[in-house]
């Protein structure tokens, strides 16, 4: 099934397993090892992404929920007592505590942790968390004023940094997605289109192929730069236009990224020249992205080149970002734990997983890669080059 982590194509959604519970459990002991270093007793996690990640379920903050994993014991949450039942059909824990709508929730979460001993506790805090308003913090030093605080800012989010190979077959399954949609994209691309009308296609297959409904990423088009994080249009394509397109398809809740470009019409020699060369660098620097390399090494090789080659006057963004598990109601849209840049200085480890993406004269490309010790590998098997509409696309 697994070929250095990537799901074989075409591979049946329901042939994708679901997550075991002891996945789950190793999950929370790794997440253990790190309280007992830093001397948390009990971890509070709030966050969307890494309450998926430490228990399988995912609710927005409109009203404010928590997950805690003891040093010992079995987790606990608190959260709406209308949520409790769909908490327990996704979560492999089943110990809930449920407060009313017009209850004070984080009231309501300082009681539970001191009803069960942890009221002068050590607490391990993400203050780094969009969940844990300055509000709601300050409401729990107040209420459990006999508690430690331990700052555990971003050690849930770095926990998810390597990926387990059922959480690669599913990235896998994702890349699929993005594979058969934008090769549809390619042949639907033409003079008298809109980016509104390959949204639309997008959105559909993203449906029917797996993917759950959302957001289906940038699709704009133009001339020139400066459109690549533009708008939905419908205002028809002309030839001589550049469509980007870059698909975000997640399958339960993992997504792979995929840019790619499309010339309404005939591509400029200097246009193909241009994507050649980019595909070369963004190539050499997948091969580089091996266990121990340091980021700002694999950045230099796409910031560095593209610059020495003319294509860029300058170079302000990243070159990649961590993917994986991304919310259904995201606050972030990327996940910058792990970010390619000159100051990146991180190390690779193998299992790590990210989405590689860069632009160039109106061009772009991307791809979502896994670290392995052979180097960077693309989960996606859609040919690397620049595309066109029409008879030569």
């Given at each position: 099934?697994?070929?250095?982590?990537?799901?074989?194509?075409?591979?049946?959604?329901a042939?994708?397993?679901?997550?075991?519970?002891?996945?789950?459990?190793?999950?929370?002991?790794?997440?253990?090892?790190?309280?007992?270093?830093?001397?948390?007793?009990?971890?509070?996690?709030?966050?969307?992404?890494?309450?998926?990640?430490?228990?399988?379920?995912?609710?927005?903050?409109?009203?404010?929920?928590?997950?805690?994993?003891?040093?010992q014991?079995?987790?606990?949450?608190?959260?709406?007592?209308?949520?409790?039942?769909?908490?327990?059909?996704?979560?492999?824990?089943?110990?809930?505590?449920?407060?009313?709508?017009?209850?004070?929730?984080?009231?309501?979460?300082?009681?539970?942790l001191a009803?069960?001993?942890?009221?002068?506790?050590?607490?391990?805090?993400?203050?780094?968390?969009?969940?844990?308003?300055?509000?709601?913090?300050?409401?729990?030093?107040?209420?459990?004023p006999?508690?430690?605080?331990?700052?555990?800012?971003?050690?849930?989010?770095?926990?998810?940094?390597?990926?387990?190979?059922?959480?690669?077959?599913?990235?896998?399954?994702?890349?699929?997605?993005?594979?058969?949609?934008?090769?549809?994209?390619?042949?639907?691309?033409r003079?008298?289109?809109?980016?509104?009308?390959?949204?639309?296609?997008?959105?559909?297959?993203?449906?029917?192929?797996?993917?759950?409904?959302?957001?289906?990423?940038?699709?704009?088009?133009?001339?020139?730069?400066?459109f690549?994080?533009?708008?939905?249009?419908?205002?028809?394509?002309?030839?001589?236009?550049?469509?980007?397109?870059?698909?975000?398809?997640?399958?339960?809740?993992?997504?792979?990224?995929?840019?790619?470009?499309?010339?309404?019409?005939?591509?400029?020699?200097?246009?193909?020249?241009?994507?050649?060369?980019?595909?070369?660098?963004?190539?050499?620097?997948?091969?580089?992205?091996?266990?121990?390399?340091?980021?700002?090494?694999?950045?230099?090789?796409?910031?560095t080149?593209?610059?020495?080659?003319?294509?860029?006057?300058?170079?302000?963004?990243?070159?990649?970002?961590?993917?994986?598990?991304?919310?259904?109601?995201?606050?972030?849209?990327?996940?910058?734990?792990?970010?390619?840049?000159?100051?990146?200085?991180?190390?690779?480890?193998?299992?790590?997983?990210?989405?590689?993406?860069?632009?160039?004269?109106?061009?772009?490309?991307?791809?979502?890669?896994?670290?392995?010790?052979?180097?960077?590998?693309?989960?996606?098997?859609?040919?690397?080059?620049?595309f066109?509409?029409?008879?030569?696309?």
């Open positions: 099934m697994l070929e250095h982590g990537v799901l074989e194509h075409g591979m049946d959604v042939e994708v397993r679901q997550f075991p519970v002891s996945e789950f459990e190793e999950r929370a002991e790794r997440l253990r090892v790190i309280m007992r270093q830093r001397g948390a007793d009990v971890m509070l996690v709030d966050d969307i992404e890494p309450l998926a990640y430490f228990t399988g379920y995912e609710r927005s903050v409109s009203f404010y929920r928590a997950a805690f994993i003891p040093l014991g079995e987790p606990f949450m608190v959260l709406r007592s209308l949520d409790i039942v769909p908490f327990r059909e996704c979560a492999w824990f089943s110990e809930a505590v449920g407060y009313q709508d017009t209850d004070d929730a984080v009231a309501v979460v300082a009681s539970e009803r069960r001993g942890y009221g002068a506790a050590n607490i391990g805090i993400d203050y780094g968390s969009h969940a844990m308003s300055v509000s709601s913090f300050r409401k729990l030093e107040q209420l459990l006999g508690a430690r605080f331990i700052d555990m800012t971003a050690v849930p989010w770095e926990a998810r940094l390597i990926k387990s190979d059922l959480e690669l077959e599913h990235i896998g399954r994702a890349a699929y997605i993005a594979d058969t949609t934008m090769s549809e994209i390619r042949g639907l691309a003079a008298g289109v809109s980016s509104r009308d390959m949204s639309a296609h997008a959105a559909g297959r993203y449906v029917q192929l797996g993917s759950s409904p959302g957001y289906v990423g940038p699709i704009t088009y133009g001339k020139g730069w400066g690549l994080h533009g708008f939905l249009s419908e205002t028809p394509m002309v030839p001589g236009d550049i469509l980007h397109v870059e698909l975000v398809p997640k399958f339960r809740g993992y997504s792979a990224r995929l840019m790619r470009s499309v010339v309404i019409g005939q591509a400029t020699n200097e246009q193909k020249a241009a994507a050649a060369e980019i595909v070369r660098l963004q190539d050499e620097q997948f091969a580089a992205m091996r266990p121990g390399a340091v980021a700002s090494d694999v950045d230099a090789i796409l910031r080149g593209l610059l020495r080659a003319g294509l860029r006057d300058s170079y302000d963004n990243i070159t990649g970002y961590t993917i994986g598990f991304y919310s259904q109601q995201p606050i972030r849209s990327s996940d910058f734990t792990r970010v390619f840049s000159p100051s990146s200085k991180w190390k690779l480890q193998s299992g790590m997983t990210f989405h590689m993406y860069t632009s160039a004269q109106g061009l772009a490309f991307s791809e979502s890669v896994v670290v392995t010790p052979e180097g960077g590998r693309r989960f996606s098997k859609l040919e690397r080059r620049l066109e509409s029409g008879p030569r696309g």
